[in-house]
């Protein structure tokens, strides 16, 4: 059976490649039944070849790989969740996060990441972080100890020189995206009904 649905699987992959070109970034596909006794091997062979990623009874394939950096969740998934998040169904995180140095390809990378998984994450809150790049360390905190303040109003556009970060609430569209350089003693607040906050360290 594995067979069978990897090559119907790689069919669907091909038409809507080929009806959407090379914008096609993700496929979302419909996993049929399965018969249960052998829907736990079935789902391994579905893993191991596609690397997909799966929310209830949907595959969404990536034409490119696509995983976020660093991933969270209020509520820590199973154990074996965690060991096999394709068979368990893992669900996705309450954020994802990237982080990039301020050169065009890494960033431009880092950010078709978040906006090709958006959609398909509306409830991730996504963050950016770009770091600079060069050989000499970021400058020390000038007053370490000191108190923490929120960062403020976002910038009007993003930022030419790193440390910088980028946020999109859920359930925002990629274009929605607040930027902020990275400051020492200062924080980012993030989420309505959470209350997970980052300290702005470079």
Same mark, same amino acid.
């Given at each position: 059976?594995s067979?069978?649905? @990897?090559?119907d699987i ?10 959407n070109? #090379?914008e096609?970034?993700?496929v ?5 039944q399965?018969d249960p006794?052998?829907?736990f091997?079935?789902?391994?062979? @579905?893993?191991?070849f596609f690397?997909?990623? !799966?929310i ?8 490119n790989e ?6 969270? =969740?209020?509520?820590?998934p199973s154990h074996?969740?965690r060991? /096999? #998040? /394709?068979?368990?169904?893992c669900p996705?995180?309450?954020i994802w ?5 301020n @050169?065009?390809?890494d960033?431009e990378q880092a950010?078709?990441k978040? !906006?090709?998984?958006?959609c398909?994450c509306?409830?991730?809150? /996504?963050? @950016?972080?770009?770091l600079?790049?060069g ?6 905190n000038p007053?370490p ?11 009007n556009?993003r930022?030419s020189l790193? #440390?910088y970060i980028?946020y999109w ?6 274009d929605?995206v607040?930027?902020?350089d990275?400051? =020492?003693?200062?924080?980012?607040s993030?989420g309505?009904?959470?209350?997970y906050i /980052?300290? !702005?360290?470079?």
């Amino acid at each position: 059976m594995s067979n069978k649905l @990897i090559a119907d699987i790689n069919k669907k992959i091909a038409e809507k490649k080929k009806l959407n070109g #090379p914008e096609q970034k993700v496929v979302k596909i419909s996993l049929p039944q399965i018969d249960p006794k052998v829907r736990f091997d079935v789902l391994d062979s @579905i893993y191991n070849f596609f690397q997909a990623d !799966r929310i209830g009874e949907d595959l969404y394939i990536k034409c490119n790989e696509y995983y976020p950096d660093v991933g969270s =969740w209020q509520q820590k998934p199973s154990h074996k969740q965690r060991r /096999f #998040p /394709f068979i368990y169904n893992c669900p996705p995180p309450q954020i994802w996060i990237e982080v990039a140095y301020n @050169i065009t390809n890494d960033r431009e990378q880092a950010l078709e990441k978040i !906006r090709s998984s958006k959609c398909y994450c509306c409830k991730t809150e /996504f963050i @950016i972080i770009v770091l600079p790049h060069g050989k000499e360390p970021y400058h020390q905190n000038p007053s370490p100890g000191s108190d923490s303040e929120e960062v403020g109003i976002p910038l009007n556009s993003r930022p030419s020189l790193a #440390p910088y970060i980028g946020y999109w609430p859920s359930n925002e569209t990629f274009d929605r995206v607040s930027w902020n350089d990275i400051v =020492w003693n200062q924080h980012l607040s993030i989420g309505i009904r959470c209350s997970y906050i /980052f300290q !702005r360290y470079s």
